[in-house]
Structures are given as C-alpha cells and as structure tokens.
C-alpha cells in the first residue's frame, strides 16, 4: 500500500527549523511538518490496528476494512492517503488508542473501532472499487469522512448494524428499520469535487465546504458539521448547519481568505488558507443577533494536524486571525512530535496574558508561539491600513501581542528547562519580537496596549497569588474571570463614561476617581482595584509605582487608601 510507513530517518534541515522557529513557515516547511505527521499517523495507525486484530465485533473485521483501504490505495492513492491523514482520522485513532488504554470512554467498543469500516467504505467510494462492509449505523445513520453522511429514511433509532456495498463510486446501504423489515437506499457521493457537493437529501447530506477563487485556482476547506471525531476529541452526534448559518461561514471565510491569500511572504502570521485541513464550526451562531466581535471559542488538537474548532464571529478579519492563531498551534505541536521542546513537569504556575489562570511551561510556550503568529497578522494589517482608525486598531492589537509574547519568551528562556532545540526555538521567537518592538505603532494605540497589558497582569495576580507571601503562592478560592478590557482597548472611545473608558481615551486622572468610587463600596473588588492601580502608576511614575505593579496582590492586606 503507498501508504505504508518506510524506514527512513527523518531529519529537518537546519533553514526550515529556522522558519518555524522565526514564528513563520514557507510552504516548504510546512510541508515538512505534513510529512511527520504523516509518519506519525501511520505508525499510530499499524499500532491501532495490531489492537483491533483480537477484539470481538459484530461488523467486519479491522483486517477486512484494511484489505478494502488498500485495494482503493492502489487504485487512486492521493484520495486514500488524504483521507487516511485527515484530522478527522487522526481524533479518531488518538481516542480509540486513549480507550483500548483505558482513559477514554464513549459508545460500545466495537461500535468505534467500527468507524474503519467506514474510512474504509469512503475510501472506496473514492476510489471507485468494490467492497461489502457490515457497518454501525446511528439512527440510521453512517458517516463517510471526507464525503459526508448516508442515511436511511425509516431506519430504526439508535446503535444497529447495517450493510454498506460500494460500487463505481455508488453506496447502497442497508439496515434494520422502524417496523422490522430491512430498509435500504442508494446515493453516488463521489461523483462531483469537494468544492461542488450535491444538495442535502433524505438519504444523503454532502461535506460542505468554504470556498475562495484566487489567480491561483480555487480554495475548498471543508466545513465539517457531520463527522463524529470532528471535535479533536471524543465523539459527537452530526450537527448539520441551517443554511443560513453555512452561507454566513461562507461570507466570512471569503474576507478571510482573501486577507490570508495576499502576497507578502511566508514569514509569522501569513499562511496559504490551503494548508488549512478542516474548519469545524463550534455551536449555532445564528443569524438574529448578530455573531460577537470576538472569536468565543477556538480550539485545535496535535492529534488533527489543520484542523481548526471556531465559533463563528462577525468579522472576516477576526475569523482570519483566529485561523492564523489555530494554524500556528498545529505547526508548534507537529514539532512537539518531532522532538522534545522543553522538560515540563506540567506545574501550573506562571503567568500567561491571554489566560486567567496559571499555566504550565507548555502552555506557555503554545501561546507564545501562537500570540507570536497573532502579533504578526495585525503587523501586517497595519502595514496596510488606509485610514487612522484601521491603523489605531491594528496598532494596538499588534503592540499588545508583541509585548505579551515577549514576556512569555522571556519567562521560557529564564526558566532554563529548554531543550537545544527549544531553545533555538524561543531565541528565534526572541528575535522576531525584539526586532518587532523596535518598529513604530501609533502613540494612542501604544498607549493603549501597554496599559491593557498591565491592567491583564494586575487582575490575574489578584485574582490568583495569595498576598504578603514571600514566594509565589496560589489562593485556593480562584476562579475564572473574564477579561473584559483586551477587546475593550482595541478602540479609543469617543465619549467615555465608565472608568475603564476615561483609561483607555488616556484621562487616567477621571479613571481614578471612578475606580476609586467603585472601591468604596468592594475595597477588595479585583477588576476596580487593578485599574485604580494601573491608573495611580500612570499618574505617579517611579520606584513606588514599579512595585505596586509588580506585587498588586499585597495591597489586599490591608486594603489601599482610595
């Protein structure tokens, strides 16, 4: 089978290693990267299936999907190998080795080690060849990954077992039904590219896909609401679109795209949207109201190389962001696999400016990484930028994610737990940023960044570090708190009216009669104390002042004279 794993070594050469550690990546590199996923998955996968040799199932064997992969491998390899290498795939196996270790849970064994027969079916449809599986259906339900779902009308609800024969790129399908008599359907999945799928059906929901025209020919990403590994985890139930919702990710992948696909090197947050494997849409959005500003939630798994889980925002610009921030935590995990970064003992304790809870060193060194690839989409933005608003906003967005990634480079090289080859990593993150910090940003948008830097800082150690502790030390009554000012600074308000407000216009004077009006009544308040703070330093600078902020926590014992 083409895809069977080869005993050569694998070496990275020194300038894509430079790449990736500058915070970049040509396509080269990333390419590269691919390619050790590659040889990681697959040997995950021979070992999956060594497992599966022994386990009882009513459904076709795992030696029998594997004999249908590999007829379809030698019958159209590139279509077989992607979908073997989809990130869906690799969820899949990660969870299912997770279970047969026993630190995972989900539905009845068999029912997922089952889901090869599955890849299996869908590699045959891809393929075109013949094969008779006997598959799990939900509901009546069997998912094709990388083509979408079939379904039976009138199938009986819940586990069953049902019949899949391919043939020429056809599916009939077969299963119990309702009333106890056999129900079947047939659909041709396979015969139109990703980027035009069919139109639902009773019997067939397509994999949708977004879409972007570019001089260099189309881009297709899928969409992926169907596939039950989708959520880089455990298992899911298919959570089809409303079209409505589809069309708005549709709108908004296009501006994405097109921000992402323009010229202008390969260097940290730019990226051909190509690269990107999958893009899973978190929750329903809807269309009234409209979708937050901000990306609620995004995630992304070493186990799902491209794959990104997104709520959907309200602007093509954030999505773009967030794609570029997903993208640049799937490079530093392909890494990972690749070599140790760092001894981690995995203690949380250190200081991240995108979390409100203390973080262990590798979640240090992800956002780092990521904030880094961040910090370099809005330098780009304001390299572009026409007008003083889009500059303000791009400014300030780019000047708070250099500092705070240097911060935490800073954090990861002082700690000394890295390895050569993360420290060539984090020097090389070091002097992206030093070399970024010199340049030039708009005076109110620096302003702004700098003071929401230390207004993050100021709260979490608030909330987080016992005070008058002579070393650091976390309160057992931490919570997780919203960072309401990060978005919040982005833009210079045209009529303040809160304290926070007054602070971002730069009227650090009113800021501090507000925070000071808040404090009277909860002396203890973290949000209203950490602004009265940061307000008072900007009015008073000096030695005093540099203390203050460095342990904000041991002016809650006693509480400060507002």
Not at 292 to 304: I, N, Q, Y
Not at 331 to 353: N, S
């Amino acid at each position: 089978m083409p895809s069977e794993p080869r005993p050569a070594p694998f070496r990275m050469p020194e300038r894509i290693l430079a790449e990736l550690a500058a915070g970049g990546g040509s396509a080269e590199a990333v390419a590269f990267l691919e390619r050790a996923e590659r040889a990681r998955r697959l040997l995950l996968l021979r070992t999956l299936l060594d497992r599966l040799g022994t386990l009882s199932t009513p459904l076709s064997p795992a030696a029998e999907a594997w004999d249908v992969l590999k007829r379809a491998a030698a019958a159209a390899p590139g279509p077989v190998d992607r979908l073997l290498l989809a990130p869906a795939t690799g969820a899949w196996i990660a969870h299912l080795l997770r279970r047969l270790h026993g630190t995972a849970s989900g539905p009845p064994l068999w029912a997922e080690a089952g889901h090869l027969c599955a890849l299996a079916a869908a590699a045959s449809l891809r393929a075109g060849t013949r094969a008779d599986l006997r598959v799990a259906l939900t509901d009546g339900a069997l998912p094709l990954p990388g083509l979408g779902m079939a379904r039976l009308p009138g199938a009986r609800e819940g586990l069953t077992i049902g019949r899949a024969r391919t043939s020429r790129g056809e599916l009939m399908l077969s299963g119990p039904g309702r009333d106890g008599a056999t129900v079947s359907s047939t659909v041709r999945p396979a015969t139109r590219p990703l980027s035009a799928p069919t139109a639902d059906t009773p019997a067939w929901l397509p994999l949708r896909t977004l879409t972007h025209l570019t001089p260099e020919g189309p881009i297709a990403i899928p969409l992926e609401d169907l596939d039950p590994y989708r959520d880089l985890d455990d298992p899911l139930p298919p959570a089809r679109l409303d079209l409505d919702e589809a069309e708005a990710w549709q709108r908004l992948f296009d501006e994405a795209a097109a921000l992402l696909a323009a010229p202008g090197g390969d260097g940290p947050g730019r990226f051909d949207p190509r690269e990107i494997r999958a893009v899973v849409p978190w929750g329903r959005t809807g269309t009234l109201p409209p979708a937050p500003p901000t990306v609620l939630v995004s995630a992304s798994s070493g186990d799902s190389f491209g794959a990104m889980v997104i709520a959907r925002p309200s602007s093509g610009t954030v999505l773009a962001e967030t794609l570029v921030h997903e993208f640049q935590h799937s490079k530093l995990a392909a890494l990972l696999h690749l070599f140790p970064l760092l001894d981690d003992d995995r203690e949380e304790r250190y200081y991240a400016p995108w979390r409100p809870d203390p973080r262990h060193l590798t979640g240090l060194l992800h956002g780092a990484y990521a904030f880094t690839g961040v910090a370099g989409f809005w330098r780009d933005r304001l390299a572009a930028a026409r007008d003083a608003r889009v500059a303000g906003t791009a400014g300030y967005h780019f000047a708070l994610r250099r500092l705070q990634s240097r911060l935490v480079v800073r954090t990861l090289l002082l700690e000394g737990r890295l390895t050569p080859q993360g420290r060539a990593l984090v020097s090389g993150l070091a002097r992206t940023l030093d070399g970024w910090l010199r340049e030039e940003v708009p005076p109110a948008a620096l302003a702004r960044a700098r003071t929401a830097a230390a207004l993050h800082r100021t709260e979490w150690r608030l909330r987080n570090v016992v005070p008058t502790s002579a070393d650091l030390r976390f309160r057992p009554d931490r919570t997780s708190w919203p960072d309401l000012r990060t978005h919040a600074f982005a833009t210079r308000p045209a009529v303040p009216r809160t304290a926070d407000e007054h602070l971002a216009a730069g009227d650090a004077t009113t800021a501090l009669v507000r925070y000071a009006d808040a404090l009277a009544d909860a002396p203890a308040e973290p949000h209203a104390l950490a602004g009265w703070i940061v307000a008072r330093t900007i009015l008073e600078p000096g030695r005093a002042a540099r203390r203050m902020l460095a342990r904000p926590e041991d002016l809650l014992e006693p509480s400060p004279r507002v």
